[in-house]
């Protein structure tokens, strides 16, 4: 069975300061990954996807980056935190387009 | 470009209760259609989808829903809610050839006992 993990849990973090959140898939091979960000109690924006090693597109401008080093994982970052990052960071596959399968998400606070 | 309206932030209905949220999408093609449920600090599951065929699809724990391209909506219905049903629920949108999926603001669903 397929298993998406994402880490870390939860993040605390202050303005200015690095973040890289991760994501693995386990079960599935070349699938397409997503990363989408939550505000509380909010919709979900999507960030980026991927379908293939190494090809990242963006969907949108956040001042975030994202990587895809290895088939099964997927990497956001950004070298500099901002206060409106805050919120749910949510990590999703697909192997056909729409129906996603989602992690449990990290929490992250900036402060 | 396609966008998704849940008109009802929140929603309360009482335990045993027939259900339905309301979710409206613009797409000029032919969209598919995906009804999520998310728990508190979870990710978001996913419930029933819509690609083509019987526009009334079924999902789990007795959901279902119904396309109906005419009035460019896909709403969600349950005939009994149960407590455990207390969630966010998120309809979306995405099309064929594209790797954008568009989630509505989403509906919280609260069960009175």
């Known amino acids: 069975a397929q298993t998406i993990h994402q880490w870390p849990v939860a993040e605390i973090k202050a303005v200015g300061s690095p973040l890289s959140l991760g994501c693995t898939i386990k079960?599935?091979?070349?699938?397409?990954l997503y990363w989408y960000w939550q505000a509380t109690g909010g919709t979900l924006q999507q960030l980026f996807y991927?379908?293939?090693?190494?090809?990242v597109e963006s969907v949108v401008q956040l001042n975030l980056s994202a990587s895809r080093p290895k088939d099964d994982q997927f990497i956001l970052s950004t070298e500099k935190l901002l206060l409106s990052h805050s919120g749910f960071y949510l990590c999703?596959?697909?192997?056909?387009?729409?129906?996603?399968?989602f992690g449990p998400g990290t929490r992250l606070t900036v402060l | 470009a396609q966008s998704v309206t849940q008109p009802d932030a929140r929603v309360t209905v009482s335990e045993g209760a027939s259900l339905q949220l309301r979710c409206k999408y613009s797409?000029?093609?032919?969209?598919?259609l995906f009804w999520y449920v998310q728990y508190p600090r979870q990710g978001l599951q996913l419930l029933l989808k819509?690609?083509?065929?019987?526009?009334v699809v079924q999902g789990v724990n007795g959901f279902e829903a119904e396309f109906i391209k005419s009035n460019s909506s896909f709403h969600l219905r349950k005939a009994s809610v149960h407590w455990s049903d207390s969630a966010v629920y998120f309809c979306?949108?995405?099309?064929?050839?594209?790797?954008?999926?568009?989630f509505g603001a989403g509906t919280k669903l609260t069960i009175k006992p």
């Open positions: 079960g599935k091979s070349s699938p397409n």
């Open positions: 979306a949108v995405s099309a064929w050839g594209n790797e954008k999926i568009t």
């Open positions: 819509y690609y083509s065929g019987d526009p």
């Open positions: 999703a596959w697909s192997l056909r387009r729409g129906e996603q399968y």
């Open positions: 991927s379908i293939t090693v190494g090809q």
């Open positions: 797409y000029s093609g032919t969209p598919y």
